[in-house]
């Protein structure tokens, strides 16, 4: 336990990705089985067992250590487990031969069957052997909040890079394996064969296109692309198989492989043959495509109602094909899959279930024409869900990640506002030493007269140069320091204006301004305008208004 | 800020009515400019300039120029000498450990406190009555300067920078073990310490050292001075060398000590991706370092935790215990509760040791470097 630990502590405080990735690889080497197997399934959420309630941990405590003084630290640490952790007292266990702290596989294997009535006085005997790392790690274990900054996804990054292997590896086969891992591991020491997936509806990993330059269509001929609308639902692979006893399963996964079916059970009957079809996921009324801003109250429900299926039908607009029953359709040219998807979702039959039409052009022009009104290029009334084209070589196979060359994505203008940088707060990383965070607000008619209402964040966008730039900026007209945040100089006549493009503005009681930015960043620095020619939240809530209707 | 309470008269009133004769705050009083003996003519760290001035350690919080005269030990009066030129204090005395002077009706004596090189607790003694003003202290092994002795008493005046039972220092060889461990995964990269540059500096240095670290150290130029001092005063620090004028390239796999507040500046730019680790007793909690971007928090501190304070004002023999800078109420709650008598002494101006080293940096960071230093500040 003391050594998973470790790892979780020094991850807690690692903002790089690779770092991150080194971090878990030495561990996975250094750990011995089981061990390093329940640490993966930690790490990526595999674990299942009844959580720890924050009052019972409360109560540990308190039975040991006066409450006043508990008070004071938990005031200023301001994190349970964390609190308790370091102010455990030391036991005095008696004789000399203290038990050895426990190990990561004895606390999940032990806490798999333990009774409720138990859990306290075993957590107690936990806490006793362990140092004060290994404390805080078993309480966030056992409460099941573990929030270091760890995805599944870096996890078994970290696994396949132990073995030197591709993660895409490790992605098709996870669904199949099951801590602790001991198969996985074999095969990435090279000590044991490749473990077989025997999951009907495996995950595949996505393919990702690139957004294309202006410069890189000199280099591209029209000829060798298909192109059809970039719709701006969420994409999803909808997968169906046969199980061992020939019933048909379904999974719709998100892009990054999360099973994301218990939230669109009304899809699920439309996926009736076996096959895995990339999509994006559409809320449709009366055949018409809805906004990203409507398809987003049906995510991240809890409970799907039947009213809620009812207000915000569910549909999948196909893109491709990537398996057809047995038949692994992914190193087939683009073309031929776009056949096989034609005949497929022909086949299904559902009113659910939708090609993506492909949009006709002879040459770059035609279709910048096309991308430049979707409306009258086929699109019709659906022009507002679509954010722009998509460009498909035509011999390319489906390949994971994110190659360039085979898959462009040419976006719509983006909208575009001029805005007062306000605040501006240092990075992580190799950007610590960087003011690189960057609040920004409009104009808005307050009680004494214009003010500046924050209205975003952005941290990207810029170059390198121009992070130097605002940064030496940020440096020199500074006003107010609270830790990492400094208040930058904002009048009419003083500040930098900052010309920020995002994808789509919502309405949000959580800002002061009432609205929120989708996917905002910098994409020019405005050292010629002065702060009092910057955009006011009016132009936003006009903006709103087209976009929404309401 | 922390407040200055005109309170502090009205709760000194009609208190102590066991003690006969002379009360304990006839002997030492909190007065704005610092602890103030009457009897002796004298104040203890005074945050103003005073008359006369006994000083406990070298650190710029509880060691100010501009004082007429000042009785210190020979180490803390060299080091305010390195900081503030020749001509900081109008007379000075050294004094050793163990030796009594007399002033006025009272006589003091220092006692090492094991907080840094030449640190000391002064106890004051008038008539039969002793109070021991112990500055910062810690009760943990430092190899670079003398250990905490302990001084019985009938008041003891105890900080309270770590005065809850959460902070726990642990041993600091471990985490010195750590940090190399973290060198040797990462080869690649610099490694910057923020560590005090008096004291801490030299303590990690000095551990490093006893771990078996032989390669030369990298110091930040706010670190030289007082470091190359230490060496002069026979503490083996191994080689170390300036990191000003190094190559980038040349820095990887290295080991840098800076001030705490230099590791977020634009100073580290000349680093090979640093890991930016941090000496401190804050970073036992885990939002303090990570507010200050620490990569690698080291809880390595030259003040006594919360078991070495508890421990050492029970060891004292002292039946009253004044509690200043830190974490006052948990501690003085903890005496009340093991039946002493105790009070918090609302003394301003200590606990900010490292505000404005930076101003002392050589032409290392820039004029708008950051001033807030990344730890060792109080929490609002």
């Known amino acids: 336990m003391n050594r998973f630990a470790e790892l979780l502590d020094r991850l807690a405080y690692e903002p790089g990705r690779n770092n991150k990735i080194t971090l878990l690889v030495g561990y996975f080497r250094e750990t011995e089985d089981l061990d390093r197997g329940y640490a993966l399934a930690a790490l990526t959420g595999a674990l299942s067992f009844k959580h720890a309630k924050p009052g019972l941990i409360r109560d540990l405590i308190t039975e040991r250590a006066d409450p006043v003084l508990f008070g004071y630290s938990y005031d200023y640490v301001g994190d349970l487990s964390e609190t308790v952790a370091l102010m455990w007292p030391k036991a005095e266990l008696p004789g000399h031969n203290n038990p050895p702290p426990p190990s990561l596989t004895d606390v999940v294997t032990t806490l798999r069957t333990l009774g409720k009535a138990e859990l306290p006085a075993q957590l107690a005997r936990w806490l006793d052997e362990l140092d004060e790392t290994g404390r805080w790690a078993l309480l966030k274990l056992v409460t099941g909040a573990m929030r270091i900054g760890i995805s599944a996804r870096l996890a078994k990054t970290a696994a396949a890079a132990l073995g030197d292997k591709d993660p895409h590896e490790i992605e098709l086969m996870w669904p199949g394996l099951s801590p602790p891992y001991l198969d996985l591991f074999a095969w990435l020491e090279g000590r044991g064969d490749k473990p077989v997936n025997s999951d009907p509806t495996p995950f595949r990993p996505v393919m990702l296109a690139h957004a294309i330059e202006d410069s890189d269509f000199a280099n591209l001929d029209a000829a060798d692309f298909s192109a059809e609308w970039k719709w701006d639902g969420i994409r999803v692979q909808a997968v169906a198989g046969r199980d061992a006893h020939g019933h048909v399963q379904t999974r719709l996964y998100s892009r990054t492989g999360e099973d994301i079916t218990g939230s669109f059970p009304d899809l699920v009957p439309s996926l009736h043959l076996p096959g895995a079809i990339d999509g994006e996921l559409l809320v449709l009324r009366d055949g018409r495509v809805q906004t990203f801003n409507v398809l987003q109250q049906r995510l991240n429900r809890k409970v799907v109602s039947p009213k809620l299926i009812k207000e915000f039908p569910i549909h999948l607009r196909a893109y491709d094909l990537l398996g057809d029953d047995e038949n692994d359709l992914r190193e087939l040219p683009f073309t031929e899959r776009r056949a096989h998807l034609e005949a497929f979702v022909a086949k299904l039959g559902d009113p659910r279930i939708d090609l993506s039409p492909t949009v006709p052009f002879a040459s770059w022009q035609e279709l910048a024409a096309a991308r430049a009104d979707p409306k009258s290029a086929g699109a019709g009334d659906d022009a507002d869900a679509v954010e722009g084209v998509m460009l498909k070589r035509r011999d390319a196979p489906y390949l994971p990640g994110r190659p360039k060359g085979p898959w462009w994505k040419w976006k719509r203008d983006p909208h575009i506002i001029d805005a007062v940088l306000m605040y501006a707060q240092r990075g992580h990383g190799k950007r610590s030493s960087y003011y690189s965070d960057y609040t920004f607000g409009v104009w808005t008619r307050g009680d004494a007269g214009d003010e500046l209402v924050p209205v975003g964040k952005a941290y990207f966008g810029f170059t390198d140069e121009e992070l130097l730039q605002i940064d030496r900026f940020v440096r020199r007209n500074t006003t107010e320091k609270f830790g990492p945040v400094r208040h930058v100089v904002h009048e009419p006549d003083q500040g930098l204006v900052l010309e920020v493009a995002f994808e789509g503005l919502q309405r949000s009681p959580r800002h002061k301004s009432g609205v929120a930015m989708r996917f905002p960043r910098i994409s020019r620095l405005r050292w010629d305008k002065p702060p009092r020619e910057a955009d006011r939240l009016e132009t936003l809530e006009r903006m709103l208004i087209s976009m929404t209707g309401s | ?380």
């Open chain 2, 1 to 380: 800020m922390r407040r200055s309470s005109p309170r502090m008269a009205i709760r000194y009133r009609g208190i102590d009515a066991y003690m006969s004769g002379m009360r304990p705050q006839d002997i030492l009083m909190p007065v704005p400019a610092g602890l103030c003996c009457k009897p002796g003519g004298f104040h203890i760290d005074p945050v103003r300039p005073v008359e006369r001035a006994l000083i406990t350690h070298g650190h710029s919080d509880h060691a100010r120029p501009g004082h007429g005269a000042v009785l210190a030990t020979q180490e803390t009066l060299d080091m305010m000498r390195l900081r503030y030129g020749e001509n900081f204090a109008g007379s000075v005395q050294a004094v050793a450990y163990g030796e009594e002077i007399r002033l006025g009706d009272v006589t003091v004596t220092f006692h090492p406190a094991g907080h840094v090189l030449g640190s000391a607790q002064i106890s004051v003694t008038c008539k039969s009555r002793r109070i021991v003003a112990s500055g910062d202290y810690k009760d943990a092994r430092d190899p670079t300067c003398a250990p905490f002795e302990l001084v019985p008493c009938d008041v003891f005046i105890t900080e309270a920078t770590f005065g809850l039972p959460v902070f726990r220092h642990g041993d600091a060889a471990g985490e010195v073990n750590k940090l190399l461990a973290s060198v040797k995964l990462f080869p690649e990269r610099a490694h910057l310490v923020g560590a005090y540059s008096l004291g801490k500096a030299q303590r990690v240095i000095a551990l490093l050292r006893e771990a078996g670290y032989d390669a030369p150290i990298y110091l930040h130029g706010a670190m030289e001075k007082i470091t190359y001092y230490y060496q002069e005063r026979g503490i083996p620090l191994g080689e170390l060398r300036p990191a000003r004028g190094m190559k980038k390239a040349e820095l990887a796999g290295t080991i840098t000590l800076a001030p705490p507040s230099a590791t977020s500046d634009v100073w580290t730019r000349r680093f090979p991706d640093p890991v930016t680790a941090f000496a401190s007793g804050w970073m036992r909690v885990r939002a303090r370092a990570r507010q200050g971007g620490v990569e690698l928090p080291l809880v390595i501190s030259d003040h006594a935790d919360w078991d070495g304070l508890t421990a050492t004002i029970a060891a004292t023999g002292a039946g009253e215990i004044w509690v200043t800078h830190g974490q006052e109420d948990a501690l003085v709650h903890w005496c009340k509760s093991k039946g002493l008598a105790a009070r918090p002494l609302d003394l301003v101006g200590y606990g900010d040791e490292d505000e404005g080293e930076t101003a002392a940096v050589t032409g290392e960071a820039q004029p708008d470097g950051e001033a807030q230093p990344v730890g060792e500040t109080r929490k609002p």
